[in-house]
């Protein structure tokens, strides 16, 4: 069984910065792409970075400058770290990964989503 964890949200004020962390765990034999989404109330979830097992970068338009993805692949674990945020970046924010596990003597590829944590910004 895979889980992704996500941490890190909370409430800013505008202008803020905040780092969130995405753990994958369980029987995984290897860890590729990585990415964060968000859905605000009413929206459809959206991309906003995604990160390839190469480290190879892609940002929405609407974040492009302000968040950084990075990567550790020793602790299969994805960050975003958001800089300058704004009253529309508030959203839950989702970790999603493409992951090759084991199961028995076999192994399996599959995309696996976060529980989802939220993100305020707000005076």
């Known amino acids: 069984q895979v889980q992704l964890v996500e941490s890190g949200g909370g409430l800013v004020q505008p202008g803020g910065s905040l780092r969130l962390s995405c753990v994958a765990s369980g029987s995984i034999r290897s860890v590729n792409a990585m990415g964060w989404y968000r859905q605000a109330p009413g929206k459809e979830r959206e991309l906003v970075a995604t990160?390839?097992?190469?480290?190879?970068?892609t940002y929405a338009d609407s974040v492009k400058g302000r968040f950084t993805i990075s990567r550790d692949k020793s602790k299969n674990t994805v960050y975003l770290q958001m800089n300058s945020l704004k009253p529309e970046d508030t959203a839950v924010y989702y970790c999603?990964?493409?992951?090759?596990?084991?199961?028995?003597?076999?192994?399996?590829?599959?995309?696996?989503w976060g529980q989802g944590t939220q993100v305020t910004v707000s005076s």
């Open positions: 990160i390839t097992s190469g480290g190879s970068t």
């Open positions: 999603n990964a493409d992951i090759t596990y084991y199961r028995g003597s076999y192994y399996f590829k599959g995309g696996y």
